[in-house]
């Protein structure tokens, strides 16, 4: 089994900095594909951006110049840089992987998500 889990939300003002982290645990072979999902109030959960296991990324067009995907595999862990973050990037953020256990079968899995609020 593997574990995602999420920190590093939590209440800033608007212009402000916020660096989440998901950490994966258990039975960890290899991560491929991971991302950063969110969903707001009232919205949808959309995709923010995703990184591949060679480091390629891809971000929304909301968030391009603001937010930075990176991961290291030494430590099974992906991040989020969120930089001037504004009041539509408040939701609850979600990190995705998929993930190859000892197993040898691969799998999606899902963080219990951490909540972002930008508010004055």
């Known amino acids: 089994q593997v574990q995602l889990v999420e920190s590093g939300g939590g209440l800033v003002q608007p212009g402000g900095s916020l660096r989440l982290s998901c950490v994966a645990s258990?039975?960890?072979?290899?991560?491929?594909?991971m991302a950063w999902y969110r969903q707001g109030p009232g919205k949808e959960r959309e995709l923010v951006a995703s990184i591949t296991a060679s480091g390629t990324t891809n971000s929304s067009d909301s968030v391009k110049g603001r937010f930075t995907i990176s991961r290291d595999d030494a430590k099974n862990t992906m991040y989020l840089q969120m930089n001037s973050l504004e009041h539509e990037d408040t939701a609850v953020y979600y990190c995705?992987?998929?993930?190859?256990?000892?197993?040898?079968?691969?799998?999606?899995?899902w963080g219990q998500g951490t909540q972002v609020t930008v508010s004055s």
């Open positions: 995705y992987a998929d993930v190859t256990t000892w197993g040898g079968r691969g799998h999606d899995y």
């Open positions: 258990g039975s960890v072979y290899s991560i491929n594909t």
